[in-house]
């Protein structure tokens, strides 16, 4: 078994990648050497340069915010340049800012041969003294712990549906909680474009529509015996709005994406 890898990862406030905090990191082909599945990660930024930024940072000053573990690689489809990007699992924010130095010392091993350019990486292997130093610094902040699953909810949730104008009654339904994370994962993986019918809504409706897509479950959530861990390489797909409302249409019956493929096959040929 190899060693666990630790690293720092750096997030820019602005950045030629739509990166998701806690999600999605995408990466130079170069880092791929430090970022393996299972490296824990910490997150930092460096010196505020733009202050209409400042309210998604915890501090001006360079800092590290939060912690993680790196998930799975892909290739960015988007990149010219043979760029990657990995899912982040496991994200903990810190509740307070630590400063990439305190006094003249900074937290990081700085190597002499680097003293001039270590902060221009992106990506910086660290030792694992240096993780749980930093580890140790943000306990006391009880980082607020987060996992990428799907929690249904145990208790019915009230709700007032009007049946006909001026008529309401109060309904009862059981609502199932869905992760941010995986579905920002999901359309990382697999795209917008419907995965049954080619629909895109960026295509067909141009701006307006970029980065819409529903993310369908290939195991509905509503047979989970209880809250577990979703691959959204595997078990998530994205449908236009028609698609996943037709897979859904009748209550005893989820259809499977090759079932849905096969009706739409049916009327094309």
């Given at each position: 078994m190899k060693d666990t890898l630790f690293v720092v990862i750096v997030e820019n406030d602005e950045s030629e990648w739509k990166d998701k905090t806690g999600s999605i990191y995408h990466y130079p082909k170069r880092y791929q050497k430090y970022l393996p599945e299972g490296t824990q990660a910490v997150y930092y930024k460096g010196k505020l340069r733009n202050k209409k930024y400042r309210s998604t940072r915890l501090s001006d000053e360079p800092h590290y915010f939060g912690i993680a573990t790196i998930g799975k690689s892909f290739p960015d489809k988007n990149s010219e340049k043979a760029d990657l990007f990995a899912l982040i699992e496991n994200f903990s924010p810190f509740k307070e800012p630590i400063l990439s130095k305190t006094g003249n010392k900074y937290i990081e091993e700085i190597p002499p041969t680097r003293a001039t350019n270590y902060w221009r990486d992106g990506v910086r292997p660290i030792s694992k003294q240096v993780y749980e130093n930093l580890i140790s610094i943000a306990s006391a902040g009880e980082p607020i712990k987060h996992k990428n699953v799907l929690q249904p909810?145990?208790?019915?949730?009230?709700?007032?549906?009007?049946?006909?104008?001026?008529?309401?009654?109060?309904?009862?339904?059981?609502?199932?909680?869905?992760?941010?994370?995986?579905?920002?994962?999901?359309?990382?993986?697999?795209?917008?474009?419907?995965?049954?019918?080619?629909?895109?809504?960026?295509?067909?409706?141009?701006?307006y529509g970029a980065g819409y897509i529903q993310i369908h479950h290939v195991n509905?959530?509503?047979?989970?015996?209880?809250?577990?861990?979703?691959?959204?390489?595997?078990?998530?797909?994205?449908?236009?709005?028609?698609?996943?409302?037709?897979?859904?249409?009748?209550?005893?019956?989820?259809?499977?994406?090759?079932?849905?493929?096969?009706?739409?096959?049916?009327?094309?040929?």
């Open positions: 909810f145990n208790d019915r949730e009230a709700r007032l549906t009007s049946k006909k104008e001026g008529d309401s009654k109060l309904v009862f339904t059981t609502r199932y909680e869905r992760s941010k994370v995986l579905r920002d994962q999901a359309i990382a993986i697999h795209g917008t474009t419907c995965i049954a019918c080619g629909f895109n809504f960026e295509n067909f409706y141009s701006d509905p959530i509503s047979e989970f015996d209880s809250a577990r861990l979703v691959n959204p390489e595997l078990e998530l797909v994205p449908l236009c709005a028609n698609c996943h409302a037709v897979v859904h249409r009748r209550k005893d019956k989820t259809l499977s994406i090759n079932e849905l493929k096969s009706l739409i096959n049916k009327k094309t040929d």
